[in-house]
């Protein structure tokens, strides 16, 4: 599923359910982070993190421990770029060599309303109202899970490239719902890539099997394009 809106030159993996034990080929590193969590958090850990090393293999990258940052983003070998999500139904994750990416951001989500009270909380007057007019023209997907996907895409770009937090705030995503793309906006100065500044992303995103997912990719011969 992820696959499908990213390009050949980053590896995907993705599994819709988890098929193996807790802990299951982490490394001791790994396994000392999750020992005290609880059983589901484990199997999702576990899981990411097999895909992870499976789509490192396809580069030829020999596996290692991923262990998160103080912000939870996983910390990838030199010359590798990569992105994880796990939702309910769902784990994925890719990765891609850095002389050709510069970042990857991924996020799967359940294709359904988000809960009450959060439209608000992760999205602007611009965007709910881009909502509205969508669900109405173009009915069949949960754009306001669509846009929060996005955003946590967005995030996962953003972070490794700024080292600096993106509140939901500071970036505007317009759904496009026949491409299936989406462009973000940054409502705040971007960072700048081998001299380029990057003032928005765009990305792409699909609906299937009760799922929707988002995907971010920033090739290093471009500031902001999907390639």
């Given at each position: ?14 599994a819709?359910?988890d098929?193996r034990?807790?802990?299951e ?12 969590a609880?059983?589901?958090?484990q ?15 396809r580069l ?6 991923l262990?998160?940052?103080?912000r939870g983003?996983?910390?990838?070998p ?28 991924i ?14 909380v ?5 965007e ?15 754009y ?8 946590e ?5 953003w ?9 939901f705030?500071e970036?505007?995503?317009?759904i496009d719902?026949?491409e ?10 971007g960072?700048?890539v ?17 799922l ?8 290093s ?5 999907f390639?």
């Amino acid at each position: 599923m992820i696959g499908e809106v990213l390009p050949a030159a980053v590896a995907a993996e993705a599994a819709y359910d988890d098929g193996r034990e807790p802990g299951e080929e982490l490394f001791p590193q790994e396994k000392a982070l999750v020992a005290n969590a609880v059983p589901k958090r484990q199997r999702e850990f576990t899981t990411v993190r097999f895909l992870a090393r499976r789509a490192m293999r396809r580069l030829g990258q020999r596996p290692v421990p991923l262990l998160p940052n103080r912000r939870g983003a996983p910390q990838w070998p030199e010359g590798i770029v990569g992105s994880m999500t796990h939702c309910d139904g769902y784990r994925a994750a890719v990765v891609a060599r850095s002389e050709g990416t510069v970042a990857l951001g991924i996020d799967a989500e359940p294709d359904a309303p988000l809960p009450e009270g959060v439209l608000d909380v992760v999205t602007l007057p611009a965007e709910r109202t881009r909502i509205a007019s969508l669900t109405e023209r173009h009915p069949g997907v949960s754009y306001d899970r669509l846009i929060f996907s996005a955003k946590e895409s967005v995030f996962k770009v953003w972070y490794p490239l700024t080292g600096r937090e993106l509140d939901f705030s500071e970036a505007e995503i317009d759904i496009d719902p026949v491409e299936r793309t989406f462009q973000a906006r940054l409502l705040v100065p971007g960072p700048f890539v081998n001299g380029r500044h990057i003032g928005e992303f765009q990305g792409r995103w699909i609906a299937d099997r009760g799922l929707v997912a988002t995907a971010i990719h920033v090739a290093s011969e471009s500031s902001s394009v999907f390639h």
